[in-house]
């Protein structure tokens, strides 16, 4: 015995492809959003260097030891600090650029 049921055929094709498609657009939606989030914490890596750096630069100095010459300070004006940055590289249609994604200044008190 044989059934020709032509009425279910079409909405269960209807709802295989209709969860097919929910399913390929949330997994779209899922990488796009993780590109979106590694960019937005560029700052806290630059951070963790950073307080390591003044870590090192505290402990170097209470102990009278030379400060070694990896820390990233400046000498401006007078004044030293630790500066850090993260650039990105971009290629545009007018060449290369170079774009801030996050820089610190951290000033050294005498």
């Not at 960019?39 to 630059?46: L, Q, T």
Request: aromatic share 14%; charged share 20%.
């Amino acid at each position: 015995m044989i059934f020709k049921n032509k009425r279910g055929d079409l909405s269960v094709t209807l709802l295989i492809i209709g969860t097919f498609l929910l399913c390929a657009f949330a997994i779209v939606v899922f990488l796009f959003s993780d590109v979106k989030v590694n960019n937005s914490f560029v700052g806290v890596e630059i951070m963790n260097q950073l307080n390591a750096e003044v870590d090192a630069y505290r402990f170097y100095s209470n102990e009278g030891m030379k400060i070694p010459s990896y820390l990233n300070i400046i000498n401006s004006k007078g004044e030293e600090f630790f500066y850090l940055e993260k650039t990105k590289k971009k290629i545009t249609l007018e060449g290369r650029k170079t774009q801030f994604l996050f820089s610190v200044k951290y000033s050294i008190p005498s």
